[in-house]
């Protein structure tokens, strides 16, 4: 990647038919590895309720957590876009108070977009941000933040109301939109039908690109997985393995040795 990327990058890409990289960050040192191995867009996302400080889900996490997360993570990012995602109740209460924290990820981080849930019902939302002149990333399909009203985290199935979502959340003006938690072949429908790029998770191999979140695609999260969860790694027994073997060597005196003393 030559230059950081845009929004109209992004538009050239799905045109193009090439696939976009995008994954969750919300530190210093995730944000530079994703970067530096050719993740286009970096979500951070209000999942670090969950992976980072150990919620049930992604309801508490507040405004001020996210401008600190995302401002480490647009400070590293120098080919990825960086997207701040909008916590629950930010942007619900209405117009007003959307436009203000929408404007917090960009005045108070380097970040360029920002992401909410909803479809048909966040349209207005979408469309005032937009004017405004900040990026949206819609978010259709299970919807996180919306956990209660589903009955859980279910993958969501009515091809109707999905398909009048997101082309809904485009006409709105939204650039992209994250299909989470649907069949292949609807999204394979909405993909089709859109001009704006969709970004799967749980969604199909069909998408313009595919998210995954750091924690579950590396194997720190050693728990219950979706089964759209793909591990590449198992971090989560290698830093087990290493951090008891530095206790036993800290407690036996191996540790430190010669060559670690001054
Ligand atoms: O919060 C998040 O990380 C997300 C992605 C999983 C799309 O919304």
Do not use: W
């Not at 970067?35 to 507040?62: A, F, K, N, R």
């Not at 990012?77 to 109740?89: E, L, Q």
């Not at 966040?122 to 009955?151: N, Y």
């Amino acid at each position: 990647m030559q230059s950081q990327m845009t929004v109209t990058r992004f538009f050239k890409m799905k045109q193009k038919g090439e696939k976009i990289v995008a994954l969750t960050a919300y530190d210093y040192s995730s944000a530079k590895i994703a970067d530096e191995s050719g993740v286009h867009m970096i979500l951070v996302g209000d999942s670090l309720g969950m992976v980072i400080q150990g919620e049930s889900s992604t309801l508490p996490v507040t405004m001020d957590e996210m401008i600190y997360h995302t401002r480490i993570v647009a400070g590293v990012a120098k080919n990825a876009m960086v997207i701040g995602d909008m916590p629950f109740m930010s942007y619900q209460p209405g117009l007003k108070v959307a436009i203000e924290n929408a404007g917090r990820f960009l005045k108070e981080t380097y970040a360029s977009a920002v992401k909410l849930e909803g479809g048909a019902t966040v349209r207005e939302t979408i469309k005032a941000l937009t004017e405004a002149g900040i990026p949206v990333q819609a978010h259709i399909g299970l919807t996180p933040q919306s956990v209660h009203m589903m009955g859980g985290y279910k993958v969501q199935r009515d091809e109707e109301r999905l398909l009048s979502d997101a082309r809904q959340v485009e006409s709105a003006g939204a650039f992209s939109v994250v299909l989470e938690g649907i069949p292949s072949e609807i999204a394979e429908k909405i993909t089709k039908a859109l001009t704006i790029p969709t970004i799967g998770i749980g969604a199909g191999p069909h998408c313009d690109g595919q998210i995954l979140v750091f924690h579950d695609m590396l194997g720190f999260n050693e728990g219950h997985l979706p089964k759209f969860v793909k591990q590449y790694a198992r971090l989560g027994e290698a830093a087990r393995a290493g951090i008891r073997q530095y206790a036993e060597e800290v407690c036996s005196g191996k540790f430190p040795a010669p060559e670690h003393c001054y």
